[in-house]
């Protein structure tokens, strides 16, 4: 399994960014999925999961009622939607895969992207 994340950048706070991660590999469809950050000087931390079927979703509580996770079973594709940023949201965010779990544990996920940095402006 390979993960591709992609959509990082520059935006100003309030703004908006999509983040998307590929998947390669014949598992996508029945894979949860999720998406974990690192900020500068921090411990990568937990954001967002969303099962293989895309019925259950879970969000870090700093993230609740801005970030949505979705899923294109047929794309092969994750997103994260990214509103109302805050310039405490400027990460590394990397994609992350598991089997037969859907967890916000980092150690759940054996797959894992090169992420992708969003950087947000005051």
């Known amino acids: 399994v390979q993960l591709q994340a992609s959509g990082g950048g520059l935006v100003q706070a309030g703004g908006s960014l999509r983040l998307s991660c590929a998947h390669s590999g014949s598992g996508f469809s029945t894979d949860s999925m999720a998406w974990f950050r690192q900020a500068p000087g921090k411990e990568r931390e937990f954001v967002a999961y969303i099962s293989w079927s895309g019925s259950t979703t879970y969000y870090a509580e700093p993230v609740k009622g801005r970030f949505t996770i979705s899923r294109d079973n047929a794309k092969n594709t994750v997103y994260l939607q990214m509103n109302s940023l805050k310039p405490e949201d400027t990460a590394v965010y990397y994609c992350?895969?598991?089997?037969?779990?859907?967890?916000?544990?980092?150690?759940?996920?054996?797959?894992w992207g090169q992420g992708t940095l969003v950087t947000v402006s005051s």
């Open positions: 992350a895969a598991a089997r037969g779990v859907w967890s916000s544990r980092q150690d759940d996920y054996p797959y």
